[in-house]
Structure formats: C-alpha cells, structure tokens
C-alpha cells in the first residue's frame, strides 16, 4: 500500500481514529508521518493518565472537607490524599490500603464495578465458559449436600458430568 500522502513509497504507519462511531484512517511513510508530526499534526491526542486519574480523583475528593483531605496520609511514604488527588499516582504499596475507600469509590465510578473479570479470547470461550459452569454448579452441589437435598444434588451431579464429557471431546 502506497503513502496516501506522497503516493511514492510504502505505507508503514497506520492511524485509526474513531470518533462518535466515525471512522477516519490514515496510511503513510515513515518520513511523511515524520513531517507532519514535525509540523504539529500529532497522530493521537497526548492524555496524561496520571493528569486524567488525579482530575477525576481530584473531583470527588473536592466532596471531602478540608480537615479530611490532610489527615488521611500513607505511613509509609507520607503521601497525603491531596497530593494523590493532584499527581494521580500512589507513592507506595501501602497507599492501596490507606486510601482504599477513595480507590474503591473512584475505580467504581469509572468501571461502574470495582470486580475485573477480564476478557476471554474468543477461541477459548467456550472451554472457559464450561469451566465457570462447573465452578457454579460444584458450589451449588456443596449448598444441596449441606440443605440434605440429595436429589437436587444428584441432578446437579449429573449436569457437572455432562459438561465435563463435552470439554473432553473439544479437548
């Protein structure tokens, strides 16, 4: 694929921006992509996460008092809330746990969940969504045994068997 710039040499920088749903692409040189950043075209817009995270940090802690913001400060590395809030970066293992609450507040407010499930790829899913499966179904087998209903138990046996059958034939 030829530079859409100067139609001469290959493209090797590829930039994809999508905005609302719209996509945009761009395919230049190597010495194009060059000039134009050179002359102020930059490719992605240059987000400070650390800027990012202490703003929106930074907002929820403007709830807090000011009394508040000073007092809470990590024992080991002295980093106050209010410094966290500016810089968007803990000064040590141990901030985890001081500013917990603010951690768990912020994280929610952006992920809307402070649980990570992560992402499965899509050629294992199936295999990983059979191994939850029996996970569940060996917790609910342990709940049936304790409640003594045996015959929900056995049922739910049956199905950890089943499932287990069709994860050795994909095996």
């Known amino acids: ?11 090797t920088v590829f930039y994809t921006e999508i905005i609302n749903g719209q996509k945009k692409q761009l395919n230049l040189c190597e010495e194009c992509a060059k000039e134009l950043h050179s002359q102020g075209f930059d490719f992605m817009p ?40 500016q810089k968007g970066l803990l000064g040590c293992g141990n901030c985890y746990e001081n500013f917990g609450n603010t951690l768990d507040s912020l994280v929610r407010s952006i992920h809307g969940t402070n649980i990570h499930n992560g992402k499965v790829p ?40 089943e499932i287990e059958k069709r994860l050795e034939q994909e095996g």
């Open 46 to 85: 240059q987000l400070n996460f650390h800027n990012f995270l202490g703003s929106i940090l930074g907002h929820n802690i403007s709830n807090f008092t000011k009394t508040s913001l000073g007092a809470n400060k990590c024992e080991v590395c002295g980093l106050s809330e209010e410094e966290f809030a």
């Open 122 to 161: 899509e050629k294992t899913s199936d295999r990983v969504k059979y191994k939850k499966e029996i996970e569940s179904l060996r917790s609910q087998l342990k709940q049936a045994v304790a409640k003594e209903q045996y015959e929900n138990a056995a049922k739910i046996r049956d199905s950890i068997k």
């Open 1 to 11: 694929m030829l530079c859409e710039r100067c139609q001469k040499k290959e493209a």
